[in-house]
């Protein structure tokens, strides 16, 4: 039932055009069935999964084709029943261009499922539903595809106030979770009841936008129906980012997370209502994760949410939808958050909550860079309460220590700032490539670490056999000693993947900007992260190299 | 743009200014009212030098001229030092004084947003210096005849007839150098620059500025914090001398409705790129300037202090910002986060 209740701000946010309307005016459809399914194995945050199938195999919908890689990953099932053509490299849906390790699925049309069995939580272990969960493939829908076991965790206490179902959806043009609370509220719930059960919650909250009555009534008439009075659905004021993890939590309970903790250090865990729909159907229906809803907006004839197949090209995903003729790009995600693809023929994949079709007239390149005028427009909009001139300022001068004292890493890259600021500088690249510059710093220090370690324990060694073969000499042969060098040698050789691989070059480019430039930075908050923090440096990490070269017209050192 | 955020505020710095510039219309139009069309021959005056300026400094240092040109801060400052300046003086004492703004305040600390000094007060203080009695003559309050007014600024100067002494310097002058029996109160009543609340005329003009700064809050380009530490402190320190010698000091009416108080509340004091930018630092900063107002006005040489006050705050606002940011989202408390 919902519930007047008091609710609490955070500070800053804007209001933009939301251009909301065109999606929402048709039910979700579903996407027409592809002809080629191209589905990445890495799709959320954490390891990578194992490859199950290998070229050729016959595959069942719902079928796992990549195993979790230990704890922090998460599996990845085939989303229609086909042939596996081949696991190989293909491009993925990032800015840079990158590519990584796909599943190739020619499907069958006979979209065959495997067999399917509810899961019984009720009596299996905590362990055993997470396991499950896991192996389901569930992952937070809201966008940052964190494995959703992991947080399924009533955490020290044993259990939690208060399960909050993030409904916010506040960023302009997204309206795939406004879709699936109207129309399939319902199962939403009992995945949300699930999950309280999991948490030992006593509460959920549902914070949807205020700018959504149809779906806050949905769910309002669902939440009645399973009168089950635990569960309250809450208007929230619409101002972006109300969606924001940490702020919705905050206008919902009035908690705010403190730096370095996590939420359920607070009694509260936070899920997408997309993952609570995720986990009805892998647990009450035994399906894993093959699909979610995506919005296809923007410079298209008709917007409109779709179920996708995940492995579902966005060029044929956005066709039936008639993307007009000026389309130049194709964003995944919101104007405010997302990111440029680099094609339309990279795969859909689970964090993929919109496919944005942009074009020139849409989304108008900015007018010049002014310079910083001081006017703390972008303070005021700062939802992490930061002040972003400054960290614009010495991330510019490569003052990255000094970015860090004025808290860049609390910078959540929501976009506030940037799109308040009247001498339209894009602040957000200035923190993503000073953050890609201290943590590649945080590399380099950690190599030299290991370096010398190294170092110093083969002098070591040296010295020790040294001694042994002072000792030996006498029985040794020059052909043995030759013998042992080399083995000794080869031992001492690590053994590399083709990512460390890739991992050392960076640590050598690295290496030798930090020796151009001799400024020292102690990075202070990147101490004790969480699994999420981690993930998220992860994600930077990869997308360091290409925001360095955008970034770098940016950088003119006088102005 | 590559990256997000894909759209933006329609907001320009642009803008922002030519708002700040309609903000100072109210004033202005009292202003010629009251003190004749000078006025506008200056804010002419300045305009044109500013912009000449602006432009050969953008081209010597290699920016784009016309991108920078627009941006009307330069305009923003030629209007301020046209409204503190003595609408009568010489023409030359508006352009070199515009030209020291410019050039050297603004863009030899490297252009639109890396002043530390407020120009157009650098401007202030520094004809100030040169030209004590340049700097001091004012035309009297309701005689607006265009003429003398035009010669005044362009010669052949014949000024006695038309200035008269600013309220300020006349308060001060008589409760300085006049007999030691002078008060307040007898000074007050003794001469026609004083009006019912601050200065005759003065008292308008700064009702002017509070209108336009009223607009400036509304579009949301100040906040309120800088206006009402300055006008508070104003008023608090100058009531609670005129309360502990009403014979030695001036009432806060008097302090808040003459010279450039209200100007300086709105516009002066406000100034983005020299001043804090934290919501405490604004209200330290200034307090600062107007307690320094105050002393300046009270016991200094000068008849207005708000200049020096400012420069003054502007070396200070650096510190004060590093001093009270306000606590990151999630660093409030330690402990529990709960309200
Ligand atoms: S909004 Fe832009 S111009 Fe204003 S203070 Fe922030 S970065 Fe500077
Ligand atoms: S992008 Fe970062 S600095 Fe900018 S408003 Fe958002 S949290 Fe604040």
Same mark, same amino acid.
């Given at each position: 039932?919902?519930?007047?209740?008091?609710?609490?701000?955070?500070?800053?946010?804007?209001?933009?055009?939301?251009?909301?309307?065109? @999606?929402?005016?048709?039910?979700?459809?579903?996407?027409?069935?592809?002809?080629?399914?191209?589905?990445?194995?890495?799709?959320?945050?954490?390891?990578?999964?194992?490859?199950?199938?290998?070229?050729?195999?016959?595959? %069942?919908?719902?079928?796992?084709?990549?195993?979790?890689?230990?704890?922090? @990953?998460?599996?990845?099932?085939?989303?229609?029943?086909?042939?596996?053509?081949?696991?190989?490299?293909?491009?993925?849906?990032?800015?840079?261009?990158?590519?990584?390790?796909?599943?190739?699925?020619?499907?069958?049309?006979?979209?065959?499922?495997?067999?399917?069995?509810?899961?019984?939580?009720?009596?299996?272990?905590?362990?055993?539903?997470?396991?499950?969960?896991?192996?389901?493939?569930?992952?937070?829908?809201?966008?940052?595809?964190?494995?959703?076991?992991?947080?399924?965790?009533?955490?020290?206490?044993?259990? %939690?106030?208060?399960?909050?179902?993030?409904?916010?959806?506040?960023?302009?043009?997204?309206?795939?979770?406004?879709? !699936?609370?109207?129309?399939?509220?319902?199962?939403?719930?009992?995945?949300?009841?699930?999950?309280?059960?999991?948490?030992?919650?006593?509460?959920?909250?549902?914070?949807?936008?205020?700018?959504?009555?149809?779906?806050?009534?949905?769910?309002?008439?669902?939440?009645?129906?399973?009168?089950?009075?635990?569960?309250?659905?809450?208007?929230?004021?619409?101002?972006?980012?109300?969606?924001?993890?940490?702020?919705?939590?905050?206008? !919902?309970?009035?908690?705010?997370?403190?730096?370095?903790?996590?939420?359920?250090?607070?009694?509260?865990?936070?899920?997408?209502?997309?993952?609570?729909?995720?986990?009805?159907?892998?647990?009450?229906?035994?399906?894993?994760?093959? @699909?979610?809803?995506?919005?296809?907006?923007?410079?298209?004839?008709?917007?409109?949410?779709?179920?996708?197949?995940?492995?579902?090209?966005?060029?044929?995903?956005?066709?039936?939808?008639?993307?007009?003729?000026?389309?130049?790009?194709?964003?995944?995600?919101?104007?405010?958050?997302?990111? %440029?693809?680099?094609?339309?023929?990279?795969?859909?994949?689970?964090?993929?909550?919109?496919?944005?079709?942009?074009?020139?007239?849409?989304?108008?390149?900015?007018?010049?860079?002014?310079?910083?005028?001081?006017?703390?427009?972008?303070?005021?909009?700062?939802?992490?309460?930061?002040?972003?001139?400054?960290?614009?300022?010495?991330?510019?001068?490569?003052?990255?220590?000094?970015?860090?004292?004025?808290? %860049?890493?609390?910078?959540?890259?929501?976009?506030?700032?940037?799109?308040?600021?009247?001498?339209?500088?894009?602040?957000?690249?200035?923190?993503?490539?000073?953050?890609?510059?201290?943590?590649?710093?945080?590399?380099?220090?950690?190599?030299?670490?290991?370096?010398?370690?190294?170092?110093?324990?083969?002098?070591?060694?040296?010295?020790?056999?040294?001694?042994?073969?002072?000792?030996?000499?006498?029985?040794?042969?020059?052909?043995?000693?030759?013998?042992?060098?080399?083995?000794?040698?080869?031992?001492?050789?690590?053994?590399?993947?083709?990512?460390?691989?890739?991992?050392?070059?960076?640590?050598?480019?690295?290496?030798?900007?930090?020796?151009?430039?001799?400024?020292?930075?102690?990075?202070?908050?990147?101490?004790?992260? @969480?699994?999420?923090?981690?993930?998220?440096?992860?994600?930077?990490?990869?997308?360091?190299?290409?925001?360095?070269?955008?970034?770098?017209?940016?950088?003119?050192?006088?102005? | 743009?590559?990256?997000?955020?894909?759209?933006?505020?329609?907001?320009?710095?642009?803008?922002?200014?030519?708002?700040?510039?309609?903000?100072?219309?109210?004033?202005?139009?009292?202003?010629?009212?009251?003190?004749?069309?000078?006025?506008?021959?200056?804010?002419?005056?300045?305009?044109?030098?500013?912009?000449?300026?602006?432009?050969?400094?953008?081209?010597?240092?290699?920016?784009?001229?016309?991108?920078?040109?627009?941006?009307?801060?330069?305009?923003?400052?030629?209007?301020?030092?046209?409204?503190?300046?003595?609408?009568?003086?010489?023409?030359?004492?508006?352009?070199?004084?515009?030209?020291?703004?410019?050039?050297?305040?603004?863009?030899?600390?490297?252009?639109?947003?890396?002043?530390?000094?407020?120009?157009?007060?650098?401007?202030?203080?520094?004809?100030?210096?040169?030209?004590?009695?340049?700097?001091?003559?004012?035309?009297?309050?309701?005689?607006?005849?265009?003429?003398?007014?035009?010669?005044?600024?362009?010669?052949?100067?014949?000024?006695?007839?038309?200035?008269?002494?600013?309220?300020?310097?006349?308060?001060?002058?008589?409760?300085?150098?006049?007999?030691?029996?002078?008060?307040?109160?007898?000074?007050?009543?003794?001469?026609?620059?004083?009006?019912?609340?601050?200065?005759?005329?003065?008292?308008?003009?700064?009702?002017?500025?509070?209108?336009?700064?009223?607009?400036?809050?509304?579009?949301?380009?100040?906040?309120?914090?800088?206006?009402?530490?300055?006008?508070?402190?104003?008023?608090?320190?100058?009531?609670?001398?005129?309360?502990?010698?009403?014979?030695?000091?001036?009432?806060?009416?008097?302090?808040?409705?003459?010279?450039?108080?209200?100007?300086?509340?709105?516009?002066?004091?406000?100034?983005?790129?020299?001043?804090?930018?934290?919501?405490?630092?604004?209200?330290?900063?200034?307090?600062?300037?107007?307690?320094?107002?105050?002393?300046?006005?009270?016991?200094?040489?000068?008849?207005?202090?708000?200049?020096?006050?400012?420069?003054?705050?502007?070396?200070?606002?650096?510190?004060?910002?590093?001093?009270?940011?306000?606590?990151?989202?999630?660093?409030?408390?330690?402990?529990?986060?709960?309200?």
């Amino acid at each position: 039932m919902s519930a007047l209740r008091q609710l609490f701000r955070f500070n800053g946010g804007v209001k933009p055009a939301y251009h909301k309307e065109a @999606s929402t005016t048709l039910p979700i459809a579903v996407a027409p069935a592809p002809t080629r399914l191209v589905i990445p194995l890495h799709q959320s945050i954490g390891g990578p999964p194992r490859p199950l199938v290998t070229t050729g195999d016959r595959v %069942l919908k719902g079928q796992r084709i990549g195993g979790a890689d230990g704890n922090v @990953s998460s599996a990845v099932h085939a989303s229609t029943s086909g042939t596996v053509l081949g696991v190989e490299m293909r491009l993925m849906p990032h800015t840079s261009g990158l590519s990584a390790l796909c599943v190739v699925i020619e499907p069958d049309g006979r979209d065959e499922w495997m067999e399917r069995q509810p899961f019984d939580f009720h009596a299996a272990t905590p362990t055993a539903t997470r396991d499950y969960l896991r192996d389901a493939g569930v992952v937070g829908l809201g966008g940052a595809v964190f494995p959703s076991h992991l947080k399924l965790n009533a955490g020290k206490q044993g259990k %939690l106030d208060t399960l909050v179902l993030n409904g916010a959806e506040c960023e302009p043009f997204i309206t795939c979770d406004d879709a !699936l609370m109207r129309e399939r509220a319902d199962a939403l719930l009992k995945g949300a009841a699930i999950m309280r059960d999991m948490l030992a919650a006593t509460r959920v909250l549902v914070g949807i936008e205020d700018n959504k009555p149809e779906a806050i009534a949905a769910m309002e008439a669902a939440a009645a129906r399973t009168g089950d009075d635990s569960i309250q659905v809450v208007a929230v004021p619409t101002r972006y980012p109300a969606g924001g993890a940490k702020q919705l939590i905050r206008v !919902l309970t009035g908690i705010e997370v403190p730096h370095g903790e996590r939420s359920t250090d607070h009694g509260v865990q936070c899920f997408n209502v997309g993952t609570a729909h995720a986990i009805y159907e892998a647990i009450a229906l035994g399906q894993p994760l093959i @699909s979610r809803i995506i919005t296809v907006a923007g410079n298209v004839g008709q917007a409109r949410n779709y179920e996708v197949l995940f492995g579902t090209s966005m060029r044929d995903l956005i066709a039936p939808c008639a993307p007009l003729p000026d389309t130049d790009r194709i964003i995944m995600g919101g104007p405010m958050m997302g990111f %440029l693809m680099p094609g339309d023929d990279v795969p859909v994949v689970k964090a993929t909550n919109c496919v944005l079709v942009g074009s020139r007239a849409l989304f108008p390149p900015p007018p010049p860079e002014m310079p910083c005028i001081r006017c703390g427009e972008c303070a005021k909009a700062c939802p992490a309460d930061l002040q972003p001139f400054e960290m614009y300022w010495f991330s510019r001068a490569r003052m990255f220590g000094k970015a860090q004292e004025y808290h %860049l890493f609390d910078c959540i890259e929501c976009g506030c700032c940037a799109y308040v600021c009247p001498s339209r500088i894009p602040l957000v690249d200035y923190y993503r490539f000073a953050k890609s510059e201290i943590w590649a710093r945080e590399v380099d220090k950690e190599a030299a670490d290991q370096a010398r370690e190294r170092y110093e324990f083969r002098l070591l060694r040296e010295e020790r056999e040294k001694q042994e073969k002072a000792a030996k000499l006498a029985a040794k042969t020059a052909a043995g000693r030759e013998k042992a060098a080399a083995a000794l040698a080869e031992a001492e050789k690590p053994a590399r993947t083709p990512e460390e691989e890739a991992k050392h070059a960076l640590i050598a480019a690295a290496l030798e900007r930090a020796k151009a430039q001799k400024a020292q930075v102690q990075p202070e908050n990147t101490g004790d992260l @969480s699994p999420e923090q981690q993930a998220e440096i992860a994600a930077i990490e990869a997308r360091r190299a290409e925001i360095r070269e955008q970034a770098k017209p940016h950088l003119r050192q006088d102005d | 743009m590559n990256n997000s955020p894909y759209f933006l505020k329609p907001a320009s710095v642009q803008s922002v200014m030519l708002r700040v510039l309609l903000a100072l219309l109210p004033g202005i139009a009292v202003y010629v009212w009251f003190f004749g069309a000078a006025v506008l021959v200056q804010i002419a005056l300045a305009s044109v030098t500013a912009l000449l300026a602006e432009a050969a400094m953008l081209k010597l240092r290699g920016k784009p001229v016309m991108m920078f040109l627009g941006d009307g801060s330069a305009l923003v400052t030629a209007w301020l030092i046209a409204l503190t300046f003595p609408p009568i003086a010489p023409w030359w004492l508006t352009v070199v004084g515009v030209l020291s703004a410019i050039v050297v305040a603004k863009h030899l600390y490297g252009g639109l947003g890396q002043n530390p000094f407020n120009p157009a007060m650098v401007a202030f203080a520094l004809m100030i210096v040169a030209y004590p009695s340049l700097m001091s003559q004012w035309p009297a309050v309701g005689f607006t005849d265009f003429l003398p007014q035009w010669h005044a600024i362009f010669g052949p100067r014949q000024l006695d007839a038309i200035t008269m002494a600013t309220p300020l310097d006349a308060l001060r002058t008589a409760l300085h150098t006049a007999d030691a029996r002078a008060t307040v109160a007898g000074v007050l009543g003794s001469q026609a620059t004083f009006g019912n609340i601050g200065g005759k005329g003065w008292e308008w003009v700064a009702a002017g500025y509070f209108i336009g700064g009223i607009y400036l809050l509304q579009q949301r380009i100040i906040t309120w914090h800088m206006p009402a530490a300055f006008l508070a402190t104003l008023l608090v320190v100058s009531s609670g001398f005129a309360l502990f010698d009403p014979t030695r000091f001036v009432g806060p009416s008097f302090h808040l409705f003459t010279g450039g108080a209200m100007l300086g509340a709105f516009f002066i004091v406000t100034d983005p790129v020299s001043g804090c930018t934290t919501p405490r630092g604004k209200l330290i900063f200034a307090a600062g300037i107007a307690l320094l107002t105050w002393i300046i006005r009270t016991f200094g040489a000068y008849p207005d202090g708000i200049a020096f006050a400012v420069l003054l705050m502007n070396i200070a606002a650096p510190l004060i910002d590093m001093n009270t940011q306000p606590p990151v989202f999630g660093h409030k408390r330690k402990g529990d986060g709960r309200p």
